[in-house]
């Protein structure tokens, strides 16, 4: 995370591309969310689409790590961002979704032109189901409508800026929060997207979400979610 240290190292003839622990110094910045060391990777010419021992490039760390600096400045470089899937299938808003490290990651992801919530991984899973996924993960489910957890009535929220609005939304200061942030931005997206369809003629139903049997809750769990390094 020094970059002072790393550009003395680059200086001494280290390779600026090497793996080191299976990853670069880029994805090590990106996973430390260090901003200041990215800048100067890349300044050094740092390959932003190397790939880790895991095959993911430093824009899918990012990602990971909820490093939204890092994203922003990385998704510029990267060659057909949104065509990144690591080794499940899973894309950069299936991450966002699976690590939920950053709403406005999320956000940003959702207004790609591009983006379709309804593409899913290897599992089969879109969008709406690996909401479902990382809510089981953190053991944070919705509560009923218009009621907390404890079944007292609950203030009316907020909604988040949509992709379309001015601005990314507060990131929520906790995981559960953030994914209850991004599970009403999949849904509004989804309702978008419905609306288009029936302007085209199209007809369209969402899948049920995913729910996996609790018998057999532990072969769903994605490994991804909280990453050793």
């Known amino acids: 995370g020094d970059s002072q240290t790393v550009l003395e190292l680059i200086r001494a003839g280290a390779d600026v591309n090497g793996l080191c622990n299976g990853e670069t110094a880029l994805h090590a910045a990106s996973r430390g969310?260090?901003?200041?060391?990215?800048?100067?990777?890349?300044?050094?010419?740092?390959?932003?689409?190397?790939?880790?021992?895991?095959?993911?490039?430093?824009?899918?760390?990012?990602?990971?790590?909820?490093?939204?600096?890092?994203?922003?400045?990385?998704?510029?470089?990267?060659?057909?961002?949104?065509?990144?899937?690591?080794?499940?299938?899973?894309?950069?808003?299936?991450?966002?979704?699976?690590?939920?490290?950053?709403?406005?990651?999320?956000?940003?992801?959702?207004?790609?032109?591009?983006?379709?919530?309804?593409?899913?991984?290897?599992?089969?899973?879109?969008?709406?189901?690996?909401?479902?996924?990382?809510?089981?993960?953190?053991?944070?489910?919705?509560?009923e409508e218009g009621t907390d957890p404890y079944g007292t009535p609950a203030p009316k929220k907020e909604r988040p800026r949509s992709p379309g609005g001015k601005g990314p939304p507060e990131e929520g200061g906790s995981r559960e929060a953030n994914i209850d942030i991004i599970d009403r931005m999949v849904q509004e997206e989804l309702v978008k997207l419905k609306k288009k369809l029936r302007k085209l003629g199209l007809n369209t139903v969402a899948r049920r979400p995913y729910?996996?049997?609790?018998?057999?809750?532990?072969?769903?769990?994605?490994?991804?979610?909280?990453?050793?390094h």
């Open 33 to 143: 969310r260090h901003m200041l060391t990215l800048r100067v990777l890349l300044g050094l010419s740092a390959a932003p689409n190397a790939k880790d021992g895991r095959g993911m490039v430093p824009l899918q760390v990012c990602v990971e790590s909820g490093f939204f600096e890092g994203f922003m400045t990385l998704i510029k470089r990267a060659e057909r961002p949104l065509s990144l899937i690591d080794k499940k299938g899973n894309t950069l808003l299936h991450l966002s979704i699976l690590h939920c490290n950053s709403v406005r990651i999320t956000h940003d992801i959702l207004g790609q032109s591009k983006t379709d919530v309804r593409v899913t991984n290897d599992a089969g899973q879109n969008a709406m189901d690996l909401v479902e996924v990382a809510r089981d993960q953190l053991g944070h489910h919705k509560p």
């Open 211 to 228: 729910r996996p049997p609790k018998d057999k809750a532990h072969l769903f769990k994605v490994s991804t979610l909280n990453p050793k």
